[in-house]
């Protein structure tokens, strides 16, 4: 995702509402009633409880705030998705799987690929991957929800990333790399994972140039939701993603 600098909507651009969530509820209004400017900006408020979360992403809703701003969900007008068939494989990309004795595994260790999300978009722009959002995403893992794909190298952890798995869908959230190509390794990983599993497509939020580079296209709001209303297919997501090195994973 991008770094995020929020504009309020003015006078002029208030022809829908900004919705304040209940502490009561977890309920979202109409993701179609987001706001035009900024795009997408649904509602603030609630909390990052994992019950409103879960809701939130099965109604194509996300968090998206950084540390000084109250809790933001977004359902952009134009949502990035990346369809399994045309992930780009680029021939650097496969070079660098000859260069080193790279490892994939799920799950290993998902809360220190979250911190490694946080440290690197700190590093580089600013980061929304707040402590809070780190507890909240950890929580939902436990519970089976939040998932990471992870290349070791030498028991060391050199690139990843996590994300929520609804259904066929894999809602991707951050990446990180300490070595070239190695996020992008484990896009390649996901999306293989993802079609030995039946699943659909990734989720990738907001369309960017690194996501574009793996193949990412937008589609309407109306289409990603009407797609992600028919893909909450019953995959064993436990075995799914139950902790593993993937083998072969990228000879699918």
């Given amino acids: 995702m ?12 208030m022809n829908r509402i900004l919705y304040q ?17 900024p795009d997408g900006l649904l509602a603030i408020g609630g909390d990052l409880s994992a019950t409103r979360l879960i809701n939130a992403y099965q109604h194509g809703v996300f968090p998206w705030f950084n540390d000084d701003d109250p809790i933001m969900w977004w359902s952009p007008s134009q949502r990035a998705i990346i369809e399994l068939e045309e992930f ?17 595994f799920i799950n290993r260790d998902f809360a220190e690929v979250m911190y490694q999300c946080q440290r690197q978009r700190i590093h580089h722009e600013g980061t929304w991957i707040s402590d809070e959002m780190l507890d909240a995403y950890t929580t939902l893992h436990k519970m089976g929800h939040a998932h990471s794909i992870e290349i070791w190298l030498n028991d060391q952890l050199v690139g990843g990333l996590y994300g929520i798995m609804l259904g066929a869908v894999f809602c991707g959230e951050s990446m990180f790399h300490t070595m070239p190509n190695t996020s992008k390794l484990a896009s390649w990983a996901l999306v293989n994972w993802l079609k030995r599993n039946q699943g659909a497509f990734i989720d990738c939020q907001v369309l960017n140039p690194h996501t574009a580079s793996l193949g990412a296209k937008a589609i309407s709001r109306d289409e990603y939701l009407s797609r992600l209303s ?13 902790s593993q090195e993937l083998i072969n994973i990228y000879e699918y």
């Fill in 21 to 37: 969530l209940s502490n009561h509820t977890v309920e979202f209004p109409d993701p179609t009633l987001a706001l035009e400017d």
């Fill in 88 to 104: 780009h494989v680029s021939r650097s990309l496969k070079k660098s799987l000859n260069k080193h004795p790279f490892k994939v």
């Fill in 230 to 242: 028919t893909q909450m297919t019953h995959i064993d997501l436990k075995r799914m993603w139950q």
């Fill in 2 to 13: 991008l770094s995020l600098t929020l504009q309020y909507p003015t006078k002029a651009t």
